[in-house]
């Protein structure tokens, strides 16, 4: 976990470890909660596998279509956001 304070990201040793081995941080701190990182590329992939529309997973997760958008374009999502996409 990764929090950040005044956008520096603060965090213990073994984050820090695992982030110069190239491990990115699964879940972090930011203005308003606890986000996590998204593979927007699979994200994407699976939706269109599926032939679901951007507006049919905002209705089922309950974002905008923009929030969608975003999350395939590699933005991160709550992790209540997170969970509805990975139920979805």
């Known amino acids: 976990m990764v929090y950040y304070r005044h956008t520096l990201p603060i965090m213990n040793l073994d ?3 695992d982030y110069v ?6 879940i972090f ?3 308003g909660g606890y986000y996590v990182s998204i593979d927007g590329q699979r ?3 699976v939706r ?3 032939r679901y ?3 049919y997973i905002s209705n089922k997760i309950g974002v905008s279509r923009r929030s969608v958008s975003l999350y395939e374009n590699g933005n ?3 992790i209540e ?3 509805k996409i990975e139920e979805s």
């Open 15 to 17: 984050t820090f470890q």
């Open 21 to 26: 081995d190239g491990e990115r941080p699964y």
């Open 29 to 31: 701190s930011g203005p």
């Open 43 to 45: 994200m994407k992939e």
């Open 48 to 50: 269109e596998r599926l």
């Open 53 to 55: 529309s951007i507006g």
């Open 76 to 78: 991160a999502a709550t």
């Open 81 to 83: 956001i997170f969970r």
